[in-house]
């Protein structure tokens, strides 16, 4: 609150007192109750994995699962093109992994760890310039909308917690990955 002098001559200011100030008449007598919402909800009792409405107070992750036997799930990923920003890349291999139907936001412009790795030897020829890869890990948010599957590259996917990832990805993928989780 500020004041202000003024003199004792007669002044055009009214003035007012905190009384008058205050609107009370939108104010009720009775306090309504307060309902919290259950954390607990439907996609939960039905372990809907594919929902982001479940595990609300916990982080979910997206894995996608690719068309093989072996280290089938896995975050989306895929190459970058020479012209591309990692993030760049990201977002293209989001979209076609996963479809348009999301609304994203990147968190940072550098990767938030790498992993590492040989490709299987059945694979790898003599004359082959790579031997393995190394993918880079870009941390973002979802506001709005689903993945949809293209049932080719992709065939399905689950947003779940650091612990349930355990069950879906090969153990070295996740001990590579745990600690940026």
């Known amino acids: 609150f500020g004041s202000r002098k003024t003199d004792n001559k007669a002044s055009s200011d009214k003035s007012t007192s905190a009384n008058d100030a205050i609107d009370l008449s939108d104010v009720s007598s009775e306090e309504e109750e307060i309902k919290i919402a259950s954390r607990i909800t439907s996609a939960d009792l039905k372990n ?3 929902s982001l409405d ?3 107070q916990r982080t979910l992750y997206l894995i ?3 068309p093989r036997e ?3 799930w896995q975050f989306p990923q895929g190459g970058v093109e020479k012209t591309e920003t990692l993030v760049q890349a990201a977002s293209r291999e989001l979209e076609e992994e996963c479809g348009n139907c999301m609304d994203v936001w990147f968190v940072g412009r550098r990767p938030i760890g790498y992993y590492k790795y040989d490709y ?4 790898v020829k003599d004359n082959i310039e790579y031997k393995g890869a190394k993918v880079f890990f870009m941390a973002a948010h979802i506001f709005a909308g689903q993945v949809k599957v293209d049932n080719k590259e992709i065939i399905d996917f689950a947003w779940v917690t650091k612990q349930e990832m355990k069950n879906y990805v090969h153990t070295e993928y996740y001990e590579a990955v745990k600690d940026m989780l």
Request: proline fraction near 6%.
């Open 64 to 66: 996608v699962k690719k």
């Open 70 to 72: 072996t280290h089938s």
């Open 120 to 123: 299987p030897k059945y694979l």
């Open 54 to 56: 479940r595990a609300l």
């Open 48 to 50: 809907d994995v594919k």
